[in-house]
């Protein structure tokens, strides 16, 4: 009577080695890029990007590994990863971070745990809260 929303695959795209593409990527499962992709990448899970791989543009993913060569911006909720033939030339905001020797990276890092954040002032406030309430009581 009612239709499942499928699920994606784990790995429902590759873009092979021989082959590029001007335009943005977008999939609610990951990706694997092996080619060249001008334009930006977003997937709902993971996004490898290969050693054979050249992106410019921005990427978007849960996790993210590279070994090739990106020119824009990435943004990962989890994990990037970093590899040795890495080439990041551009700004990230992660979850966590991964870098193996020889990669290279220029540009900025931003780590985003907001979850974390809000509870450790949550209860920063809770704490000053409490002191608050024993010195108005002596």
Do not use: W
């Not at 993210?64 to 890495?86: C, E, F, P, R």
């Not at 700004?91 to 890092?109: H, K, L, M, N, R």
């Amino acid at each position: 009577m009612f239709k499942k929303k499928q699920t994606p695959l784990a790995l429902d795209t590759v873009l092979g080695e021989y082959t590029s593409i001007s335009g943005n990527i977008e999939s609610e499962g990951s990706i694997k890029i092996l080619g060249k992709v001008e334009g930006d990448i977003r997937a709902g899970g993971d996004v490898y990007i290969e050693s054979t791989a050249s992106i410019t543009g921005n990427v978007y993913g849960s996790n993210v590994s590279v070994s090739g060569t990106v020119k824009g911006n990435i943004l990962a909720k989890g994990l990037l990863h970093l590899m040795m033939q890495a080439r990041l030339f551009g700004d990230i905001e992660v979850g966590s971070i991964v870098t193996d020797e020889g990669a290279i990276f220029q540009g900025s890092c931003r780590m985003i745990d907001v979850k974390e954040d809000a509870t450790n002032n949550e209860h920063e406030k809770k704490h000053k809260n409490k002191l608050k309430s024993k010195k108005e009581n002596d």
